[in-house]
């Protein structure tokens, strides 16, 4: 029981800390949604986190999230559920009939995956593109070089509507420099959401636009 009051609390921390870099960035609370992370989290470390009010939810891996989340919505129909981590082909059934936003488009195979499916069921997820801001090879994500032509091949090849775009700054770096050149390849693609910021950057990520931050161990704990 300590620990689930101690999540409601936390949230309630977050929220504020969220309000107060928006404040700072002369934008308005609502401009930014906070995606709680519950990924390796159970149904009872959760279940506190929805009884506080929050009902965005991010879970990196779809087995997980299938594992956990259709009890969870039942109790909770008003659960929106995004997936935030690196999706196979195979798996685009099973997120698109579970998941409502989608963070992690990143390559022309996972597009027409994505489309198929989001044809076959007349489910549209709100698509994000995973953008590799780092050029990390060990990380998912397009290369910021050819996000251009990627945007341009998901809008017209597969008919996707594109929300925004999405990125992980490398572990090491000042996470700056990556919001903004995130912000600058959706600025010049006509795209208005930005995913960006988690439990330690969320503030400077508000600073440079997000309008969605990603947010897991600062309110669920240390995984
Ligand atoms: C785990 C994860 C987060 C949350 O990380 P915290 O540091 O716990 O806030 C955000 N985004 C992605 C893609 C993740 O995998």
């Given at each position: 029981?300590?620990?689930?009051?101690?999540?409601?609390?936390?949230?309630?921390?977050?929220?504020?800390?969220?309000?107060?870099?928006?404040?700072?960035?002369?934008r308005?609370?609502?401009?930014?949604?906070?995606?709680?992370?519950?990924?390796?989290?159970?149904?009872?470390?959760?279940?506190?986190?929805?009884?506080?009010?929050?009902?965005?939810?991010?879970?990196?891996?779809?087995q997980?999230?299938?594992?956990?989340?259709?009890?969870?919505?039942?109790?909770?129909?008003?659960?929106?559920?995004?997936?935030?981590?690196?999706?196979?082909?195979?798996?685009?059934?099973e997120?698109?009939?579970?998941?409502?936003?989608?963070?992690?488009?990143?390559?022309?195979?996972?597009?027409?995956?994505?489309?198929?499916?989001?044809?076959?069921?007349?489910?549209?997820?709100?698509?994000?593109?995973?953008?590799?801001?780092?050029?990390?090879?060990?990380?998912?994500?397009?290369?910021?070089?050819?996000?251009?032509?990627?945007?341009?091949?998901?809008?017209?090849?597969?008919?996707l509507?594109?929300?925004?775009?999405?990125?992980i700054?490398?572990?090491?770096?000042?996470?700056?420099?990556?919001?903004?050149?995130?912000?600058?390849i959706?600025?010049?693609?006509?795209?208005?959401?930005?995913?960006?910021?988690?439990?330690?950057?969320?503030?400077?990520?508000?600073?440079?636009?997000?309008?969605l931050?990603?947010?897991?161990?600062?309110?669920?704990?240390?995984?």
């Amino acid at each position: 029981m300590v620990g689930q009051t101690m999540s409601a609390a936390r949230l309630e921390d977050v929220r504020h800390a969220v309000a107060t870099a928006c404040e700072e960035a002369g934008r308005k609370a609502d401009e930014v949604r906070l995606v709680a992370v519950s990924k390796t989290f159970s149904v009872p470390e959760i279940e506190p986190v929805l009884a506080a009010g929050q009902r965005v939810f991010g879970e990196n891996r779809v087995q997980e999230a299938r594992e956990k989340w259709p009890a969870l919505k039942e109790a909770w129909p008003d659960v929106e559920l995004h997936l935030i981590g690196p999706l196979q082909s195979n798996k685009a059934r099973e997120a698109v009939e579970l998941f409502d936003v989608i963070h992690t488009v990143d390559r022309p195979k996972i597009a027409a995956a994505l489309a198929a499916e989001m044809e076959r069921q007349g489910r549209a997820p709100r698509l994000f593109i995973q953008v590799n801001t780092g050029a990390e090879p060990q990380k998912a994500g397009i290369l910021p070089q050819d996000a251009d032509a990627f945007i341009a091949e998901c809008r017209d090849t597969h008919r996707l509507e594109i929300a925004g775009l999405m990125c992980i700054p490398p572990v090491e770096a000042v996470p700056d420099p990556h919001f903004a050149l995130l912000a600058k390849i959706a600025a010049r693609n006509g795209l208005k959401e930005l995913s960006m910021g988690m439990s330690a950057d969320f503030s400077a990520a508000i600073r440079q636009g997000a309008t969605l931050v990603r947010v897991g161990s600062a309110i669920f704990g240390q995984r």
